[in-house]
């Protein structure tokens, strides 16, 4: 069975995330892996309490999120140097998160999401702080400085790739267009940074990191777009469109609003939209009626699509 182009498909998207999601998913810092220090938001939110789309509630969206703040106080590098650190209060910082996982995990089998979800965004909260104390202590803008500074050279490397790329392939379109926007993002971040105001430039900077990416990868791809996918059932194709809304959920989450301003009523109609569509997707995939789940998740991701672009964001789709 054959399925049209999708620019965006799971693997692309994985690319994206294994690089840019631990930032926004509570994950690690990519120079030490340890957690961040500067963003104390729950993992797998979509960065403002203003923004928390239909799916943050679904149960098992909480428990992916269980399990990341697991992975996080337990095996992370930044829980071992905080272990090894000597620092009793930051080891009591990371105890203290334990117990907010456990708490979590008690209040999410007696399906309390709610209350689970919570629990543990302070447990993440916790961890970041007994990292920053293992750290010895260093400020919140010194990190925020060393974060942006980090940022901004892959940032300069991506952007250079890109247009060695687009170059080479004589590529114009929409790689001109992403191209353009990543410049004029990544010159408005250097003003900000410039006038002090680096957390708002951080913001705008990993939007470049994003969209450069997106158009590396669509750029790569080039040679390759005229193929159809091939599947061996309506079930598999299924499983695929499953994945592939997934991720554009979490790019949902890791772009949107992360100053906390106020989501555009546009983007949340959009983001609604998705939402109720990946509801009817799942009830007819439960019932076995893959082709019209296909299609109904096709439109939801469509949704989620238009909401990443709304944002500022050009992703091909």
Same mark, same amino acid.
């Given at each position: 069975?054959?399925?049209?182009?999708?620019?965006?498909?799971?693997?692309?998207?994985?690319?994206?995330?294994?690089?840019?999601?631990?930032?926004?998913?509570?994950?690690?810092?990519?120079?030490?892996?340890?957690?961040?220090?500067?963003?104390?938001?729950? $993992?797998?939110?979509?960065?403002?309490?203003?923004?928390?789309?239909?799916?943050?509630?679904? #149960?098992?969206?909480?428990?992916?999120?269980?399990?990341?703040?697991?992975?996080?106080?337990?095996?992370?590098?930044? /829980?071992?140097?905080?272990?090894?650190?000597?620092?009793?209060?930051?080891? @009591?910082?990371?105890?203290?998160?334990? @117990?907010?996982?456990?708490?979590?995990?008690?209040?999410?089998?007696?399906?309390?999401?709610?209350?689970?979800?919570?629990?543990?965004?302070?447990? %993440?909260?916790?961890?970041?702080?007994?990292?920053?104390? $293992?750290?010895?202590?260093?400020?919140?803008?010194?990190?925020?400085?060393?974060?942006?500074?980090?940022?901004?050279?892959?940032?300069?490397?991506? %952007?250079? $790739?890109?247009?060695?790329?687009?170059?080479?392939?004589? $590529?114009?379109?929409?790689?001109?267009?992403?191209?353009?926007?990543?410049?004029?993002?990544?010159?408005?971040?250097?003003?900000?940074?410039?006038? @002090?105001?680096?957390?708002? @430039?951080?913001?705008?900077?990993? #939007? /470049?990191?994003?969209?450069?990416?997106?158009? *590396?990868?669509?750029?790569?791809?080039?040679? %390759?777009?005229?193929?159809?996918?091939?599947?061996?059932?309506?079930?598999?194709?299924?499983?695929?469109?499953?994945?592939?809304?997934?991720?554009?959920?979490?790019? *949902?989450?890791?772009?949107?609003?992360?100053?906390?301003? #106020?989501?555009?009523?546009?983007?949340?109609?959009?983001?609604?939209?998705?939402?109720?569509?990946?509801?009817?997707?799942?009830?007819?995939?439960?019932?076995?009626?893959?082709?019209?789940?296909?299609? %109904?998740?096709?439109?939801?991701?469509?949704?989620?699509?238009?909401?990443?672009?709304?944002?500022? *964001?050009? *992703?091909?789709?």
């Amino acid at each position: 069975m054959k399925s049209p182009l999708r620019l965006l498909g799971s693997s692309m998207l994985a690319i994206l995330l294994a690089s840019y999601g631990t930032h926004a998913l509570g994950g690690t810092d990519e120079a030490n892996d340890s957690p961040k220090a500067t963003r104390p938001q729950a $993992a797998g939110e979509a960065g403002s309490p203003n923004l928390k789309s239909r799916w943050g509630s679904d #149960k098992e969206q909480v428990q992916r999120r269980l399990v990341t703040l697991d992975t996080l106080v337990e095996k992370s590098s930044g /829980a071992k140097k905080v272990a090894a650190s000597g620092n009793a209060e930051a080891i @009591g910082l990371l105890e203290q998160a334990r @117990g907010k996982r456990d708490q979590a995990r008690g209040l999410l089998n007696s399906g309390d999401l709610k209350g689970a979800s919570d629990r543990m965004g302070e447990g %993440t909260s916790l961890v970041f702080e007994a990292v920053r104390k $293992a750290d010895g202590g260093a400020t919140h803008a010194s990190k925020n400085v060393q974060d942006f500074d980090r940022r901004m050279k892959s940032v300069e490397a991506l %952007t250079d $790739a890109l247009d060695r790329i687009r170059k080479e392939k004589k $590529a114009g379109g929409d790689s001109a267009k992403i191209s353009e926007q990543v410049h004029q993002m990544t010159s408005e971040a250097r003003a900000l940074s410039s006038k @002090g105001d680096v957390e708002k @430039g951080r913001v705008i900077l990993d #939007k /470049a990191y994003v969209t450069a990416k997106v158009g *590396i990868e669509h750029l790569r791809r080039g040679d %390759t777009l005229v193929r159809s996918l091939n599947f061996a059932t309506k079930e598999e194709e299924y499983r695929y469109e499953l994945d592939r809304n997934d991720t554009h959920q979490m790019l *949902i989450g890791m772009l949107l609003n992360k100053d906390g301003g #106020k989501p555009d009523p546009m983007i949340t109609k959009f983001i609604t939209q998705a939402a109720e569509l990946r509801r009817q997707a799942d009830q007819q995939g439960s019932a076995g009626k893959f082709a019209e789940a296909i299609k %109904t998740l096709e439109d939801s991701t469509m949704e989620l699509i238009k909401a990443i672009r709304g944002s500022g *964001i050009y *992703i091909p789709g």
